[in-house]
Nanobody, 122 residues
């Protein structure tokens, strides 16, 4: 089982940017799907973005489309989430996940990190 570790969270003002990183303990399989989810206080965990490890188009939730970008550094086994123009409603714990199906349902993902807090002040 792979271990995932998120980093890069913090507290920012609305309109600012953050870049989250997800480091894996081992290289994923070529067909792995890498994803980010988030959970705000009192809410269910929700899908944010996903991509295929070997490349191809990414998928985003409507709430972050145009502001967030998921990418990966294959040699370093790192997946990033670049978050621009942050809004207070983006405040949540952000989790990276790895799975094998190109789906936004969190049940499709087997491996999860511990999460990193992102707080956006208005």
């Amino acid at each position: 089982q792979v271990q995932l570790a998120e980093s890069g969270g913090g507290s920012v003002q609305a309109g600012e940017s953050l870049r989250l990183s997800c480091t894996a303990s081992r290289r994923p399989y070529s067909r792995s799907i890498e994803a980010w989810f988030r959970q705000a206080p009192g809410k269910e965990r929700e899908f944010v973005a996903l991509c295929r490890w070997h490349g191809g188009s990414a998928l985003y939730s409507d709430s972050v489309k145009g502001r967030f970008t998921i990418s990966r550094d294959n040699p370093k086994n790192i997946v990033y989430l670049q978050m621009n123009d942050l809004k207070p409603e983006d405040t949540a714990v952000y989790y990276c996940a790895r799975g094998s199906r190109y789906e936004t349902d969190q049940r499709a993902f087997d491996d999860w990190g511990q999460g990193t807090q992102v707080t956006v002040a208005s």
